[in-house]
């Protein structure tokens, strides 16, 4: 494969998935790691040799292991992350410029949530162009339904330092609608319900289907919502009983091996998913000599531990139902024909239980939980890449029929192909859709706050809403933009101020504004705020939030794609000088069965007095004492 191509990613909590859409065989291929693996572990070890990602950070011991940043990116250090941080295994703190959550790694070393993504795109893109040969450089990101715009905006730089151009993002539950409906023709509409629970979010989408045609209807859910909570339950029932068995033992190991534990409950919950009794195993906390504590978990003690979270689900679920857009369509759960299980959690027997109770539906499970959503992202990419080769071909076709007269032969021909590649690609069965926006946008005002775009609004929208001084003599007018549902400050985010100033000083609602807020189909949010009484003045303020709340990130871009790129660099050194070292140890092994003991004095001695050299200074004396050694030893053996 030589050719240009773009991949869907499925940045998850506890695992990441990539696919691309093979145009040749109508087919997406989701990337495979050298393994065979088909998802990584969203996991980054840190340690003196270097960066360790995915399945084998995990099984390492070594260094700092990060880990569940999903649930921290795009976030404000605030209470509920503070709360977060107390149940991770490493240290999070306030950045002081931005307020937002940094991670750390040592005492020096600090990275954002952003970072550690992009440390797990930049895995996944390598395994990308060891299978394809070449690496992606566009990509559409799937995001939770329910992420906010900062969210969405901080997986979108994730994307950007690992190298990417992000065309596209996508809700989650929609990626999959599009993975499932690939393929599947419903000439009559189907009304469908996607269940989408991973490691630490939890949407449900429901979506009309109608002949290829995939429209979102309404959303709900949780951010901070997922299997990562019944790992939780699980830990919780497992130090319980380990403590009451051996308490020296189970705090000792909690205070040194958190994330083992984390991993082991998690390990637990999989295994109770097929298993009614799980047999803790508990070896690795005890020396040979030392007797192991035998613990059992059952299925029955994890499910009425986790009972709040399963509430949880279900009243999700209500809450959209119950939402009055939803009530004046005249949908209800009755409404729901089918609904498709998605993300890894989906598996627990529970889930699925209370699922099939609550619509008294059996829930669709033929499709990969893990994969459908990187899959949908893919196939989301392949229009958006293809569209913008279409836009390119018709401008070279232009281009071409400007010499029309002397052409004639030349230009037909290129239309004919033209023709045939785009009647090619209708044949692609690729489902459309159209998206929803899943927060109200509000403006506040001295009244309180009044809604520009309601949520649940097809995309794009674009809505004008007039507004009035509510100051009297004032210069400047200011419109404070937030994110999201009810009418307190509290329970909104913050998205961007904009102000009009140069206003003349007239008598409270004199001076009249028409605010116009528009949403575009990736959910970029434009506002334009102008004067329209007195017809004279003429006054326009207008912001792209995303891009404004964006700005200083995309100026400090290039400076962490460097970082970024510095900190593969110093990998690829490690590894070389953990490699050259392994090559030393079987050298003086060999020296060692010969009896060579000055050899090995010089060798050891060389290592001691370069304690810090580089790869190139280690081969190089290798190369030299090897060819030496060799060379005499081969000069000598002549006499013999």
């Avoid at 040194?256 to 991993?263: D, F, H, N, S, V």
């Avoid at 499709?367 to 279409?390: C, H, M």
Wanted: overall charge negative.
């Amino acid at each position: 494969m030589n050719e240009e191509y773009v991949v869907g990613i499925d940045l998850g909590t506890t695992n990441s998935c990539m696919a691309r859409y093979d145009e040749h065989h109508q087919r997406v291929e989701v990337i495979k790691s050298k393994e065979g693996k088909e998802m990584i572990e969203s996991i980054v070890r840190f340690t003196k040799e270097g960066r360790i990602i995915g399945e084998e950070a995990r099984r390492s011991t070594q260094g700092v292991i990060i880990y569940d940043t999903k649930r921290l990116i795009g976030k404000k250090y605030d209470e509920e992350i503070e709360k977060e941080g107390e149940k991770l295994g490493y240290r999070i703190r306030r950045n002081e410029k931005n307020g937002e959550v940094e991670i750390g790694v040592s005492e020096e070393e600090w990275y954002s949530a952003e970072e550690i993504g992009n440390m797990i795109i930049r895995k996944l893109i390598e395994e990308a162009k060891e299978q394809y040969k070449i690496a992606p450089k566009k990509a559409v990101i799937a995001v939770p339904a329910h992420f906010k715009d900062e969210e969405r905006k901080a997986t979108i730089y994730a994307g950007e330092i690992a190298g990417l151009e992000v065309i596209g993002i996508i809700n989650e539950p929609t990626a999959a609608a599009i993975a499932y409906g690939y393929d599947r023709k419903y000439s009559e509409g189907k009304t469908i319900l996607v269940f989408d629970i991973g490691g630490g979010t939890f949407d449900i989408t429901l979506i009309r289907m109608n002949n290829r045609n995939q429209r979102v209807i309404a959303t709900e859910g949780e951010r901070h919502l997922g299997g990562k909570d019944i790992d939780r339950k699980v830990e919780e029932i497992l130090m319980k009983k380990w403590k009451a068995n051996d308490k020296k033992k189970a705090e000792e190991s909690y205070k040194r091996k958190k994330y083992q534990i984390e991993k082991i409950s998690e390990e637990i919950k999989i295994i109770l998913s097929t298993n009614q009794r799980c047999n803790v195993d508990l070896s690795e906390f005890y020396e040979e000599e030392e007797e192991i504590i035998n613990i059992e978990i059952s299925r029955q003690e994890v499910e009425e531990a986790s009972k709040e979270i399963f509430e949880k689900c279900i009243k999700c679920i209500e809450r959209m139902f119950e939402d009055e857009t939803i009530k004046n369509k005249g949908i209800s759960k009755e409404s729901v024909e089918e609904v498709i299980l998605v993300g890894g959690t989906s598996k627990i027997p529970k889930i699925r239980e209370m699922v099939s109770e609550y619509f008294d539906l059996i829930p669709n499970r033929e499709i990969d939980p893990d994969q459908t959503v990187a899959r949908g992202a893919a196939l989301v990419g392949f229009e958006l890449f293809k569209e913008g080769i279409n836009k390119r071909t018709d401008q070279t076709y232009e281009e071409i029929t400007e010499g029309i007269n002397e052409k004639k032969e030349e230009i037909n021909e290129k239309k004919a192909e033209i023709n045939e590649k785009k009647e090619e690609e209708k044949d692609i069965k690729i489902p459309t859709y159209n998206d929803i926006t899943s927060h109200s946008i509000q403006l506040k005002t001295k009244q309180g706050f009044s809604t520009l775009i309601k949520r649940f609004t097809r995309l794009p929208v674009k809505h004008i809403q007039e507004f009035k001084t509510s100051n009297g003599y004032s210069r400047t007018a200011c419109f404070p933009i937030f994110e999201g549902e009810g009418n307190k400050e509290e329970e909104l985010s913050y998205l961007e101020t904009f102000t009009i100033s140069g206003l003349p000083e007239l008598p409270a609602g004199a001076v009249r504004f028409e605010v116009e807020c528009e949403i575009t189909i990736d959910g970029t949010i434009h506002v334009i705020a102008r004067t329209i009484e007195p017809k004279e003045l003429h006054l326009a303020e207008e912001i792209e939030v995303s891009n404004k709340k964006q700005k200083d990130k995309q100026e400090n871009l290039t400076t962490l794609i460097q970082r970024s790129n510095l900190l593969d660099s110093q990998d690829i050194e490690l590894k070389k000088i953990k490699s050259l070292h392994s090559e030393k140890n079987r050298l003086l092994h060999t020296l060692k069965k010969q009896g060579k003991t000055n050899e090995i004095q010089l060798i050891n001695s060389w290592f001691k007095s370069n304690p810090n050299a580089s790869s190139i200074q280690i081969k190089s004396f290798l190369d030299n004492f090897t060819h030496s050694f060799y060379s005499l030893s081969s000069f000598l053996s002549s006499f013999n």
